[in-house]
């Protein structure tokens, strides 16, 4: 260094970055903990988690394990949930699913946040004519009824985990783009981005240093609640059966109950339990979600 | 700015985004792996002359941007080609009965869930915090959450199967003469119950919320003050102050979420085997029938286009503040 000023050392400068966002994590927390609803959601969360991490030793039996029992045999000891055409105990199978739906609905959303994030971002910063094409584009993607545009993708892709990724972030991200966009366009006129460009940032800093950290917590909130909405699609999906075979998911478990006449034959062990666990897990992200939106919008709070 | 302007405006937008739907289909259907025509070029069967007559009658032969020309050309003459499997042109397959089966599905049920939801909704609202509000987020937040085709999978189950009270599938009973049109509508009006209240609970939810976080801005609004120091007692100002300018913003938000309730309706068609748009789409996948596809693709989108324009327009006609 030539310069007079000695650098700070990297660890101090570590070390403080680590004691600010550990006092912005602790301040979060506390305000997450009084919100009931979002306890509750973490609560369940928690227990999936848990499940999914732990499912070869929770389920009972593998995955691919067949004629176990009789196909179709209602709940008993031995098989809580029953068994499917197979013979294959279903409460694994509904264990092994919970890592499916948790992966596919993570994912998903990450990828749909960022790309609606980054478009977000630029779209906003920019303006003129960027702006406009970046927007009816939105618009295009917004008004394809999601599940029609996922079909013809999953049609033509395939079917496997990273498609159906794929296919998801695809037709979501545009409802976080228009979020992200309209905070950025009011973030842009504060004084402090003008304070940027005074001193010589050029765009890319501006957006990424400045802007980003900013919208962070917005597209953090949009995501969690994009995760209910891309378990929902991968359910969806699954039971039309464009989902991937080789990995049990709970909307898997669904397309073969109806394929296989659970419905007429009234096998309702068959039906339920997978329905339940994807109302509870989207339950749960939707109980989150709100929770970090009351805590990020301070307007909402009083309600 | 004035009506004209906004109308203007609105319009080129309408034109530009129609341009990008276009666009995004035809590289959909054309560009990517599993071209619908070229699939069937690569029949082995085929010889040589055939496929290039084949290919110069499909177009195929020309360079992509003149492909793309007649592409929006056919597009603009309705020329979707022909279904694969239904062996008619696309659009007689999508402009019939099925259109008819998913517009009188999806119309009752939007219809009946903007109803219930709004009137569930002024209800939490004015009493806010109390047990019937907490009970109706708790019971729309629980069909939010729950997938459609569960949903109907649990109605078929509990009244179709378990009590015999409505039918499996279908949107007539099979191989039954009907007498007149009455016997007919009854028969279908049966069939329609379940999938019209499966469809119907799955919207209530957003529907309630929207109206409920509305009618609680507008009731902290300075003019319903006025209202209650004027002394009016509350049925008059939830009914003639609150929930008018309430149901505005309800005209575009039921709009955009015309994409959503058509994805909804796919799925609860292809549950309840109800002929529609929905059930088409989903045997159009299995059955590879491409042309089909694309042409279903583009009709429900430009619906949903369209749809929301006219909704942007009447929320501008009724409301002048949104003509910013």
Same mark, same amino acid.
């Given at each position: ?66 004629a ?70 939105t ?16 049609a ?23 979020l ?9 006129e ?14 890319a ?97 009083k309600r | ?15 530009v ?83 008819l ?10 219809i009946?869930?903007i ?29 939010y959450?729950?997938?459609v085709? @569960?949903? %109907?999978?649990?109605? =078929?189950?509990?009244? +179709? !199967?378990?009590? &015999?009270?409505? #039918?499996v ?31 119907t ?17 507008v ?37 955009l ?7 909804g ?8 085997? @109800?002929? %529609?748009?929905?059930k =088409?789409?989903a045997? +159009? !996948?299995?059955? &590879?029938?491409? #042309? ?5 693709f ?9 749809a ?17």
């Amino acid at each position: 260094m030539t310069t007079s000023v000695k650098p700070m050392p990297t660890l101090i400068k570590y070390r403080r970055t680590f004691y600010a966002w550990r006092r912005k994590v602790k301040g979060f927390w506390l305000l997450y903990r009084s919100n009931k609803f979002g306890m509750i959601g973490l609560a369940i969360l928690l227990i999936f988690i848990f499940i999914s991490l732990f499912a070869p030793i929770i389920a009972p039996y593998g995955e691919w394990e067949y004629a176990i029992a009789p196909p179709f045999s209602p709940p008993s000891p031995e098989h809580l949930f029953g068994t499917d055409e197979l013979g294959r105990d279903l409460f694994s199978l509904v264990v092994y699913g919970t890592r499916i739906s948790l992966l596919i609905g993570f994912f998903a959303a990450l990828l749909s946040a960022f790309m609606g994030g980054f478009i977000g971002i630029f779209s906003g910063y920019y303006g003129g004519i960027i702006d406009d094409i970046l927007m009816r584009i939105t618009d295009a993607f917004l008004v394809i009824p999601s599940i029609v545009l996922m079909i013809v993708l999953a049609a033509m892709l395939g079917t496997s985990i990273n498609n159906i990724i794929i296919v998801i972030a695809i037709t979501t991200w545009p409802g976080t783009a228009r979020l992200v966009r309209s905070q950025v366009l009011s973030l842009k006129e504060r004084p402090f981005i003008e304070f940027a460009k005074a001193v010589g940032a050029g765009d890319a800093r501006i957006m990424f240093s400045h802007i980003f950290p900013n919208v962070l917590p917005l597209i953090f909130a949009n995501m969690i609640l994009g995760i209910s909405g891309a378990i929902l699609s991968e359910a969806g999906l699954s039971f039309l059966g464009l989902g991937d075979p080789h990995h049990t998911s709970w909307g898997l478990i669904l397309h073969y109950a109806s394929g296989h006449g659970a419905i007429a034959g009234g096998l309702w062990w068959y039906v339920v339990p997978p329905g339940i666990c994807i109302l509870l897990l989207v339950l749960a992200f939707i109980f989150i979600g709100y929770a970090m939106d009351e805590i990020l919008n301070p307007k909402l709070r009083k309600r | 700015m004035g009506m004209k302007e906004y109308l203007i405006r609105r319009s080129v937008q309408l034109v530009v985004t129609f341009f990008i739907l276009v666009t995004i289909s035809f590289f959909l259907f054309r560009i990517m792996p599993g071209d619908p025509t070229a699939m069937l070029l690569l029949n082995p069967q085929l010889d040589p002359e055939t496929r290039i007559m084949l290919k110069r009658k499909l177009g195929l032969d020309l360079p992509w941007h003149i492909q793309y020309f007649v592409f929006i050309k056919n597009l603009f003459s309705g020329e979707f080609g022909v279904s694969f499997y239904h062996g008619k042109p696309v659009i007689e397959v999508i402009l019939g009965v099925r259109l008819l089966n998913t517009f009188t599905l999806v119309g009752s049920s939007t219809i009946l869930a903007i109803i219930i939801g709004m009137i569930l909704g002024c209800i939490a609202a004015w009493r806010r915090g109390k047990v019937v509000d907490l009970g109706s987020i708790l019971f729309s937040l629980l069909f939010y959450s729950m997938p459609v085709f @569960w949903l %109907g999978m649990l109605l =078929l189950l509990i009244f +179709a !199967v378990r009590m &015999r009270m409505f #039918p499996v599938s279908g949107t007539v009973t099979a191989g039954v003469y009907h007498a007149n049109f009455f016997e007919y509508l009854k028969d279908y009006l049966w069939h329609m119950t379940l999938p019209a209240t499966c469809l119907t609970l799955i919207q209530i939810g957003s529907n309630f919320l929207i109206m409920r976080n509305t009618l609680l801005d507008v009731l902290s609004e300075d003019y319903i003050v006025t209202a209650m120091a004027k002394g009016l007692n509350d049925r008059q100002i939830l009914f003639k102050h609150a929930m008018r300018n309430a149901m505005l913003p309800m005209v575009t938000i039921i709009a955009l979420q015309l994409a959503f309730i058509i994805s909804g309706a796919t799925l609860t068609e292809t549950v309840f085997s @109800w002929a %529609g748009l929905g059930k =088409l789409i989903a045997d +159009a !996948v299995f059955e &590879r029938d491409y #042309p089909l596809l694309q042409g279903i693709f583009i009709v429900t989108s430009i619906l949903v286009l369209v749809a929301n324009f006219l909704a942007d327009i009447i929320y501008a006609y009724l409301d002048p503040r949104i003509r910013y």
